[in-house]
């Protein structure tokens, strides 16, 4: 079975950084893709940025194109998102998640428990 564990959150003070980890096992290389999600309370769970599973391609929400980065180590079956320039809007659990290169929710089957993000104001 697959397994994605994330790792990294905290409280972190507005314009600080933060660098989340997803460990994967179980039989990862069936998964095509990779990516981020977060979920503020209250609200839905909003897309982030997505990997191929090659590592060559990404793409990422507007509210965060130019502050986070997707990376992936295939060797060590790990995702990452570099978090720079924090605002408190990041404010949100995240979520790392397996399956189609997608924006949509829907079109990844295997997710990660979640860490929780917080930026103070």
């Known amino acids: 079975q697959v397994q994605l564990v994330e790792s990294g959150g905290g409280l972190v003070q507005a314009g600080g950084s933060l660098r989340l980890s997803c460990a994967a096992s179980?039989?990862?290389?069936?998964?095509?893709?990779m990516g981020w999600f977060r979920q503020a309370s209250g609200k839905e769970r909003e897309f982030v940025a997505g990997?191929?599973?090659?590592?060559?391609?990404?793409t990422y929400a507007d509210s965060v194109k130019g502050r986070f980065t997707i990376s992936r180590s295939n060797a060590r079956n790990q995702l990452y998102l570099q978090m720079n320039s924090l605002k408190h809007e990041d404010t949100a659990v995240y979520y790392c998640a397996g399956g189609a290169y997608s924006t949509r929710a829907s079109d990844f089957g295997f997710w990660g428990q979640g860490t929780q993000v917080a930026v103070s104001s």
């Open positions: 990997i191929s599973w090659s590592g060559g391609t990404s």
């Open positions: 179980g039989g990862t290389f069936s998964i095509n893709a």
